[in-house]
């Protein structure tokens, strides 16, 4: 006969797309052992992580790690300790980042000793062999548009503002996708590939209504000041994908989304009075960065999750509380490296590009909605200087 161990040190773990979570027993005090408060006893639970290296998930990385969080002592010199300020204490949830491996641990703290609880492991997908390890994009739809983004990206970055139509058209497209997202998730549940097509088909009609506009009225204003916002957004996500994000205070959404929402509007304070500097800004920085989510996806690395979290809290209520504390590894810094040869490359080139060259720093848009609000008005008479002024 078998029965189930009311009190077990193991941590069940599942997954979902956004999150990991870990479950614990509550521990017990010793049998025969009084504790020392009338509240109970006084056990303090620690949480402790480790990643496995980047899109590594082969069994000897894993059981090598395994033993590194076997006992405690180890686990507070190999592991790194994180808070969790979410209920039910015993429930803990990570951000999941697909394919990247971690290994989770629990010390148990009493007054005069410490205990472990068996460590558990989750790469926050289901892996069937070390040659297919997880990918965000799997689809092939998916893996096109990722290859467009890469070339888009590059051509923004050495010609963004010389062909200003088009950077007009992606900031329409970005900022429609980014809503569109975030409206269909936080409404509905929709399968994968229908959200991509509809997102996708928002986000062109976005980026023409866009550039629509700026053709109808002729002024860059609007689309500069929608592209600060954009370079606002990335600044903004970059400081939510770092470790402060994890402080309590910032768990709470009304104040995180408000401290979100000053950061993002720092692009537009300080660069919509230098729209020219601001245009190249706009088109190196969004262009670098869809080269280097489009990198990210082959190199095996999380910096794809700067936007991702963000439309994850935006859309996830469960992901408010979640321990974000991103893994950066070697790979990372490599892509941190190249993002900034890449953002700065692209602009002291296209500020060599425009030179000594004399023309407005902005393209003249089309001629036909002008004809369309102000008809031609043809003269009957031909008026010269000898015309007189009465007749």
């Given at each position: 006969?078998?029965?189930?161990?009311?009190?077990?040190?193991?941590?069940p773990?599942r997954?979902s797309v956004d999150?990991?979570?870990?479950?614990?027993?509550?521990?017990?005090?010793?049998?025969?052992?009084?504790p020392p408060?009338c509240d109970?006893?006084?056990?303090?639970?620690?949480?402790?992580?480790?990643?496995?290296?980047?899109?590594?998930i082969?069994?000897?990385?894993?059981?090598?790690?395994?033993?590194?969080?076997?006992?405690?002592?180890?686990?507070?010199t190999?592991?790194?300790?994180?808070?969790?300020?979410?209920?039910?204490?015993?429930?803990?949830?990570?951000?999941?980042?697909?394919?990247?491996?971690?290994?989770?641990?629990?010390?148990?703290r009493?007054?005069t000793?410490?205990?472990?609880?068996?460590?558990?492991?989750?790469?926050g997908?289901?892996?069937?062999?070390?040659?297919?390890?997880?990918?965000?994009?799997?689809?092939?739809?998916?893996?096109?548009?990722?290859?467009?983004l890469f070339?888009?990206?590059?051509?923004?970055?050495?010609?963004?503002?010389?062909?200003?139509?088009?950077?007009?058209?992606?900031?329409g497209?970005?900022?429609?996708?980014?809503?569109?997202?975030?409206?269909?998730?936080?409404?509905?549940?929709?399968s994968?590939?229908?959200?991509?097509?509809?997102?996708?088909?928002v986000?062109?009609?976005?980026?023409l209504?866009?550039l629509?506009?700026?053709?109808?009225?002729?002024?860059?204003?609007?689309?500069?000041?929608?592209?600060?916002?954009i370079?606002?957004f990335?600044?903004?996500?970059?400081?939510?994908?770092?470790?402060l994000?994890?402080?309590?205070?910032?768990?709470?959404?009304v104040?995180?989304?408000?401290?979100?929402?000053?950061?993002?509007?720092?692009?537009p304070?300080?660069?919509?009075?230098?729209?020219f500097?601001?245009?190249?800004?706009?088109?190196?920085?969004?262009?670098?960065?869809?080269?280097?989510?489009?990198?990210?996806?082959?190199?095996?690395?999380n910096?794809?999750?700067?936007?991702?979290?963000?439309?994850?809290?935006?859309?996830?209520?469960?992901?408010?509380?979640?321990?974000?504390?991103?893994?950066?590894?070697?790979?990372?810094?490599?892509l941190?490296?190249?993002?900034a040869?890449?953002i700065?490359?692209?602009i002291?080139?296209?500020?060599?590009?425009?030179?000594?060259r004399?023309?407005?720093?902005?393209?003249?848009?089309p001629t036909?909605?002008?004809?369309?609000?102000i008809?031609?008005?043809?003269?009957v008479d031909v008026?010269?200087?000898?015309?007189?002024l009465?007749?």
């Amino acid at each position: 006969m078998e029965q189930s161990i009311r009190v077990a040190p193991f941590l069940p773990t599942r997954f979902s797309v956004d999150l990991v979570t870990v479950e614990f027993p509550i521990a017990s005090w010793p049998m025969n052992v009084v504790p020392p408060t009338c509240d109970g006893s006084p056990l303090q639970y620690d949480i402790f992580h480790l990643y496995l290296p980047e899109n590594d998930i082969s069994q000897e990385t894993l059981f090598k790690n395994i033993r590194l969080m076997s006992d405690w002592k180890s686990i507070q010199t190999y592991g790194k300790q994180v808070n969790y300020f979410g209920a039910p204490v015993n429930q803990i949830e990570f951000a999941n980042y697909v394919g990247t491996g971690r290994i989770i641990s629990v010390v148990v703290r009493g007054l005069t000793s410490s205990a472990a609880y068996v460590p558990t492991t989750s790469y926050g997908c289901t892996v069937s062999s070390a040659e297919e390890p997880c990918e965000l994009l799997s689809s092939v739809l998916e893996k096109v548009f990722g290859a467009c983004l890469f070339f888009i990206g590059l051509f923004m970055i050495a010609f963004g503002h010389r062909f200003f139509k088009i950077q007009i058209f992606l900031v329409g497209f970005c900022i429609s996708m980014i809503i569109s997202f975030i409206l269909l998730f936080y409404f509905s549940q929709p399968s994968k590939l229908d959200a991509t097509l509809i997102v996708f088909g928002v986000g062109v009609g976005g980026g023409l209504l866009l550039l629509g506009i700026w053709a109808w009225w002729g002024v860059p204003v609007l689309p500069v000041f929608l592209g600060c916002l954009i370079l606002g957004f990335l600044v903004a996500s970059i400081i939510a994908y770092s470790p402060l994000v994890d402080l309590s205070i910032l768990k709470d959404n009304v104040t995180f989304w408000l401290a979100f929402l000053c950061f993002v509007l720092i692009g537009p304070l300080f660069l919509v009075s230098f729209p020219f500097y601001a245009s190249l800004g706009i088109s190196t920085v969004m262009g670098s960065y869809f080269v280097l989510f489009t990198l990210d996806q082959y190199v095996g690395s999380n910096l794809q999750y700067i936007v991702i979290n963000i439309l994850r809290r935006a859309v996830n209520s469960d992901f408010r509380v979640a321990i974000v504390d991103p893994p950066f590894q070697y790979r990372d810094l490599v892509l941190v490296i190249v993002w900034a040869l890449l953002i700065f490359g692209g602009i002291f080139f296209q500020l060599w590009r425009e030179r000594g060259r004399i023309r407005p720093p902005f393209p003249s848009p089309p001629t036909w909605p002008v004809w369309l609000r102000i008809p031609r008005i043809r003269p009957v008479d031909v008026l010269d200087e000898n015309t007189p002024l009465i007749s």
